[in-house]
């Protein structure tokens, strides 16, 4: 059966090849998709949740919002925060270890803009944790015009040491370049950019460390009771909310996967009819000869099977180049493309390619032999 | 003593077209074939020998009538029963091969094989051989002449064992050469092996290598 189903796909050889490049489009298309949407938003997660802190104190209950300057809170305001008192197990304690101020502001780097850090990088948890050993090369900033690049930018930019960079009509010479992940791609001093931007003794947001993950929660209630204004967030809610929003993600993915499966669902069930009905005199012939509606149902299937695993392996191997071609022409971008996720479409592919096979494959098997024999 | 007849028909009686217009393409026919006998059925074209055979190996049912094939009465039988009873019976050789073009000579004769059905004791590639057909095992049939074509048909129904063979102008197609060839496996297989064999021809040469001549006219045998 296995010469009989392999010589006639490749005796059809072009409309084997596009149900093939229906199924790997079917397959390949939800895999990126899903890969840059869910590569994106935990990479903006990471960002904040490697900085180090514990504790996210803003004006805006959304984090991730940070880089559209939404709010400015007085510098002065963390000292304050280091002074906040809570109560923990029967006794009052101070729990912040340290506060971080951070002003964030937009710039346009290599034409695209870029969320530029202004911190205090004695103070900044990233330097001393994260990126604590990440130092590519060079040295974090020390002066007013002195610049740190992640090293994706500086990649996708073709920056390094020593070049300067003009931010926001002022040029900042790059003396260093930091492994990617924490925060944003751009730092500088705070004082510089609150200069730069008009912000004198401004910021966007604290990154507030505790002395004990015990006293997070009550820290965050305790900013939010003593300052009214402020919003918190801890590092586990922000997880959650994350969580939260991708799940309508989800459902947006799965509606995009859903349509590109049912176009390549379409594809297969078309591909396959019109072959059973090229192929009614053959089917016929089977009959005739004393084939069962079993083995009909069985070649027809195989064939589709066969079919939509070559797609599955195309599309895999697609999805796996479109993601290297986005990380050549996008560096910036991530296509997140986990091993579940990945086979999981695969197989899904392979299931509804064969479940469209099906009809036709039942319909091939109940021809009527002698219909076709009686032209002949 | 109940003599068991190779294939019998009763009453055969096959319908085509609408109510309103009906074609009748075969009216009461009565036909019975002894085991080991080769008996001809001629009759000119659109007579009903075509779907004659086809009603007998079962693969076109008849509106009225009863068929038995080696014993069994292939009329009663569910569509799968008749399946089987195909498969393992009767072997069927058409006017136009009917060879499976994604497949090779040796694939279209073992193919039977994965069909289930019970073969004999030769390998295909035995089978070809008897057929003069050893040389071209892995050609395809669009790179063998009509005659070569014939001759796998032929080898795919040598390879089963089956009880009996119809053929359906076998030799309508083939030069006098592959017809001489054809008509010589048919002989060997009819007198060596004892098989039964009904050829639907409109050859005279084929009929004169028969033991019986069924003459059918107008969808009636006279």
């Known amino acids: 059966m296995g010469s009989l189903i392999i010589n006639n796909l490749y005796r059809r050889k072009v409309r084997s090849a596009i149900a093939v490049a229906a199924v790997a489009v079917g397959v390949a298309a939800p895999i990126v998709l899903a890969g840059l949407t869910y590569g994106s938003i935990n990479e903006v997660l990471d960002r904040i949740r490697n900085v180090g802190a514990d504790v996210i104190v803003s004006r805006t209950s959304n984090p991730a919002l940070l880089g559209v300057r939404t709010g400015v809170i007085d510098e002065s305001l963390g000292e304050k925060l280091e002074g906040v008192e809570i109560e923990y197990e029967g006794e009052t304690v101070r729990p912040v270890e340290s506060v971080s101020p951070v002003l964030v502001w937009v710039a346009e780097v290599d034409g695209r803009l870029q969320n530029v850090y202004g911190v205090m990088p004695d103070r900044f948890p990233a330097f001393g944790g994260f990126m604590a050993d990440a130092l590519v090369s060079g040295r974090l900033m020390d002066g007013p015009d002195e610049l740190v690049v992640d090293d994706r930018l500086a990649a996708s930019a073709g920056l390094e040491n020593g070049d300067t960079v003009e931010l926001m009509n002022r040029s900042f010479t790059i003396v260093g370049v930091v492994r990617a992940g924490a925060g944003a791609r751009l730092f500088v001093n705070l004082d510089s950019l609150q200069e730069l931007t008009g912000q004198d003794g401004k910021v966007s947001a604290f990154y507030v460390k505790c002395k004990h993950p015990g006293y997070v929660s009550a820290t965050a209630s305790?900013?939010?009771?003593?300052?009214?204004?402020?919003?918190?967030?801890?590092?586990?809610?922000?997880?959650?909310?994350?969580?939260?929003?991708?799940?309508?993600?989800?459902?947006?993915?799965?509606?995009?996967?859903?349509?590109?499966?049912?176009?390549?669902?379409?594809?297969?069930?078309?591909?396959?009819?019109?072959?059973?009905?090229?192929?009614?005199?053959?089917?016929?012939?089977?009959?005739?000869?004393?084939?069962?509606?079993?083995?009909?149902?069985?070649?027809?299937?195989?064939?589709?099977?066969?079919?939509?695993?070559?797609?599955?392996?195309?599309?895999?191997?697609?999805?796996?180049?479109?993601?290297?071609?986005?990380?050549?022409?996008?560096?910036?971008?991530?296509?997140?493309?986990?091993?579940?996720?990945?086979?999981?479409?695969?197989?899904?592919?392979?299931?509804?390619?064969?479940?469209?096979?099906?009809?036709?494959?039942?319909?091939?098997a109940t021809r009527d032999p002698a219909e076709t024999l009686r032209y002949e | 003593m109940v003599v068991k007849t190779a294939l019998k028909a009763e009453g055969i009686s096959v319908v085509f077209g609408s109510r309103d217009n009906p074609f009748v393409a075969l009216d009461g026919v009565d036909l019975e074939v002894a085991p080991g006998e080769f008996a001809a059925l001629m009759g000119p074209s659109g007579c009903g020998?075509?779907?004659?055979?086809?009603?007998?190996?079962?693969?076109?049912?008849?509106?009225?009538?009863?068929?038995?094939?080696?014993?069994?009465?292939?009329?009663?039988?569910?569509?799968?029963?008749?399946?089987?009873?195909?498969?393992?019976?009767?072997?069927?050789?058409?006017?136009?091969?009917?060879?499976?073009?994604?497949?090779?000579?040796?694939?279209?004769?073992?193919?039977?094989?994965?069909?289930?059905?019970?073969?004999?004791?030769?390998?295909?590639?035995?089978?070809?051989?008897?057929?003069?057909?050893?040389?071209?095992?892995?050609?395809?049939?669009?790179?063998?002449?009509?005659?070569?074509?014939?001759?796998?048909?032929?080898?795919?129904?040598?390879?089963?064992?089956?009880?009996?063979?119809?053929?359906?102008?076998?030799?309508?197609?083939?030069?006098?050469?592959?017809?001489?060839?054809?008509?010589?496996?048919?002989?060997?297989?009819?007198?060596?092996?004892?098989?039964?064999?009904?050829?639907?021809?409109?050859?005279?040469?084929?009929?004169?290598?028969?033991?019986?001549?069924?003459?059918?006219?107008?969808?009636?045998?006279?």
């Not at chain 1, 994350?242 to 669902?265: C, K, P, R, S």
């Not at chain 1, 991530?334 to 999981?344: A, D, H, K, L, N």
Request: charged share 20%.
């Open chain 1, 222 to 364: 305790a900013i939010e009771d003593e300052f009214p204004g402020l919003n918190t967030i801890t590092m586990g809610a922000l997880a959650d909310e994350m969580a939260e929003g991708m799940a309508g993600l989800d459902e947006f993915i799965g509606a995009v996967t859903g349509l590109a499966l049912l176009v390549a669902g379409l594809v297969i069930l078309l591909t396959t009819y019109t072959v059973v009905l090229e192929r009614t005199r053959e089917i016929g012939i089977l009959k005739a000869l004393g084939a069962s509606r079993t083995f009909i149902t069985r070649v027809i299937l195989s064939e589709t099977l066969l079919l939509c695993t070559a797609g599955a392996a195309v599309g895999l191997g697609l999805a796996w180049l479109m993601k290297l071609g986005i990380g050549i022409r996008y560096p910036l971008l991530t296509v997140e493309m986990t091993v579940s996720r990945t086979f999981g479409y695969g197989a899904l592919g392979i299931a509804v390619g064969a479940l469209a096979g099906i009809v036709p494959a039942l319909y091939a």
């Open chain 2, 49 to 222: 020998k075509t779907t004659l055979l086809h009603v007998l190996c079962g693969i076109l049912r008849p509106a009225r009538g009863r068929v038995w094939v080696d014993g069994i009465e292939l009329t009663a039988l569910s569509d799968a029963a008749r399946t089987r009873l195909r498969r393992d019976h009767i072997a069927l050789i058409f006017q136009k091969f009917n060879l499976l073009p994604a497949l090779s000579a040796l694939g279209n004769v073992a193919i039977m094989k994965r069909l289930g059905a019970v073969v004999g004791g030769a390998s295909p590639d035995a089978v070809l051989e008897t057929v003069g057909l050893g040389d071209k095992k892995g050609n395809l049939p669009s790179e063998l002449s009509m005659g070569e074509e014939q001759r796998v048909a032929t080898a795919r129904a040598l390879y089963t064992d089956p009880a009996v063979i119809l053929a359906d102008e076998p030799t309508g197609s083939v030069d006098s050469a592959n017809k001489i060839h054809i008509l010589d496996v048919f002989e060997k297989c009819n007198r060596e092996l004892g098989r039964t064999i009904l050829v639907a021809t409109h050859d005279e040469n084929v009929a004169a290598r028969a033991d019986r001549v069924i003459v059918m006219e107008d969808g009636e045998v006279v």
